[in-house]
Structures are given as C-alpha cells and as structure tokens.
C-alpha cells in the first residue's frame, strides 16, 4: 500500500558487500607486500574505509533522519580519538620504554 | 456488493494506529528514531570499552614491535580473511532480512535471520580452530607458554623476547575472546529476532527489534574489520 523505502536499496547493498569483500582481500595482499612504515597506514585505510561503508549504508547513517542521532556518532569517534591519539601522542614523545 | 464495502467506514489516514505505537511517541517515525538513538548511545559505550583495549594494544606494538610481529605471523592469516569474509557475508543477509521485512517478504526475511546466524556460528567454528592451533603450539599465555627461538620477521637474526610475545598473545585472546563473547549474544538476539519473525511480529510498518540487532550485529563487524589488520597482519611480506 505504502512504499517508505524509496527505490530498492538492494543494489547498494550487493555493491556495497562486494566492495567489503574487495577491501578484505585487498588488506591481505597489501600485507604481504613491504610498504615499510606506510604498511600499517595502508591497513588502517582499508579498514576504516571498509568501516564507514558498513556504518553508513548497512547501519543506515547515510539516510539518518536525525541530527541528535549523527551528533553521539561524531562525539563518539571524537572521544575514541582523545583516547588513542593522546596516549599514543604521549607514548611516542616520551623516553619511557620498559626495553631497557 | 458495493453495500457492503459503503457500510465500512472511510477513515481518513490519520485516524490509522499501528498497533505497535506507543503512548508516550507521537509518531512511529518518532519512536524508531529513540530506538536507534538508544542503540546509537549503547554502541558510543561499546567503542570506548573496545577501545581501550586498542589502546593498549598500541602501546605495546609500538614498544615490541618485532615482537608482536613474530608472534603475529604465527597465526593463521588466510582463516582470519576468511572469517572476516564469513562476517561481511552476514552483515549483508543482516540488511537483506529487514529489506525483506520491509517489503513483507516473510520467507527472505526467515532465510536471512536463518543465513546470519549460520555464518555466525560458521565464524565461531573457525575461531575454535585458530584458538586449537594456538592452544596446541602452547602460544596461551600461562604457566605452559612457550614461544622460543622465533625469528623477527623484520630481523631475522634476532629472535623474539617470548615475554613480549606472550604481551602479544594477552591481547589477541582477550581481544578475539570479546569479540567472539559479541558474536555469542548477537546470535541470541537473533535466535529471539528469528522466533518473532516466524511468530509474524515484524511488518513494514514495524521491523525496529530488526533494525536494532542489525544495528548491534553491524557493529560487532565494525570491530572486526579493524581486528584483522591489526592481529594477523603485523609484519607478513617476505
């Protein structure tokens, strides 16, 4: 009777799970290559760029009627990023190994 | 025959209910948009509680990183592609199953719930095989931990500080442990999500139980796609 899902989302659906798979196999073919330091950039890449498809088409972000919901997604990965960049920010610049 | 169908009375579209609406929304747009935004909050705590063990897990590559990449190699990457193939696979038949609730497609929808599940329990299978092999080469960390004369990938006269290896080891387990303990409750709320399918809860008008498992089971496969790179693929080329 009604149709509130616009067009058909399956063929986002099948390109975008054809793109996750993609990126999967792109992630275990890079790692065998030597990228020397850009190694784990380019994993990390994959990653979140496999990461976002899945929270934007699958989790359905992309179409989030509701700026509140968009903003606790924002705060989250800000607060994700205080945790890891801070820290890592302080690990890195500081003498403090337990090597030695 | 057009005295009957006159005797029903034309009510406009407003006066229409779903049953499924509660009293304190005043709209069903309403109330699934404060179902995800519930969902949405518990997944914000659900990232800062895996990410603190990321954390770590930075620290302590960045101090042993040869370590961690020897004790890396050691696991079986081809089964850890192929279980974060198994999860993608399920995250598609996740939104397959609410497209089908969506366009009252009961059987699609059961087959999807049925499908999601299997390659749930095809993803734990495998993580039972991965944990056997570690179980066998005595790399749990422990009283039986072995992890001796191992080249550093990157450095192959050096061998690997077992301490740190077994650092290493910690966090793979109690990392792919988490997750898989994430995958054991998805599947729960999907068996429970399956059951109200079969009973015929979900229509288009109302799938949100749908939508929000989906959310959760998405999110599950979020941590996952950053645990492959980051567990099994350290230091791998040749």
């Not at chain 1, 390109?15 to 990228?35: C, H, K, P, S």
């Not at chain 2, 209910?17 to 995800?36: K, M, V």
Request: proline fraction near 4%; charge should be neutral.
């Amino acid at each position: 009777m009604h149709d509130h899902s616009k067009s058909s989302p399956l063929k986002t659906y099948f390109i975008v799970w054809g793109a996750l798979l993609l990126g999967t196999f792109l992630t275990y073919e890079a790692a065998l290559i030597d990228l020397g330091p850009f190694n784990p950039v380019v994993a990390l890449a994959i990653a979140t760029t496999k990461a976002l498809l899945v929270a934007l088409f699958f989790m359905h972000l992309k179409n989030a009627s509701e700026r509140l919901l968009k903003l606790v997604v924002a705060s989250t990965l800000f607060f994700l990023m205080i945790l890891l960049f801070l820290t890592m920010t302080d690990y890195i610049s500081r003498p403090w190994t337990l090597t030695s | 025959m057009s005295d009957s169908q006159a005797v029903v009375p034309t009510s406009s579209h407003d006066d229409i209910h779903s049953p499924a609406l509660r009293h304190h929304f005043a709209t069903e747009e309403q109330q699934r948009d404060s179902s995800s935004l519930g969902m949405w909050i518990f997944l914000a705590t659900e990232v800062m509680f895996f990410g603190g063990l990321f954390c770590a897990y930075l620290i302590y590559r960045h101090w042993y990183f040869g370590d961690f990449g020897a004790a890396s190699k050691s696991i079986n990457a081809l089964l850890g592609g192929v279980n974060t193939a198994v999860l993608i696979c399920s995250s598609l038949t996740v939104v397959l199953a609410i497209w089908a609730a969506q366009t009252a497609r009961r059987g699609i929808m059961l087959a999807m719930l049925a499908l999601t599940m299997l390659f749930g329990l095809t993803f734990l299978g495998i993580k039972g095989v991965e944990y056997k092999d570690k179980f066998e080469e005595h790399h749990v960390p422990g009283a039986t931990f072995s992890f001796e004369k191992v080249p550093i990938p990157s450095h192959p006269d050096q061998y690997a500080n077992p301490q740190h290896a077994q650092i290493f080891f910690a966090l793979y387990f109690i990392m792919t442990g988490l997750h898989a303990l994430h995958m054991v409750v998805g599947l729960g709320i999907f068996s429970w999500l399956f059951w109200a399918a079969w009973k015929g809860r979900f229509t288009p008008d109302y799938h949100t139980p749908l939508e929000i498992g989906g959310l959760y089971w998405h999110f599950v496969d979020i941590v996952w796609i950053y645990l492959f790179p980051l567990l099994y693929l350290i230091d791998r080329h040749p």
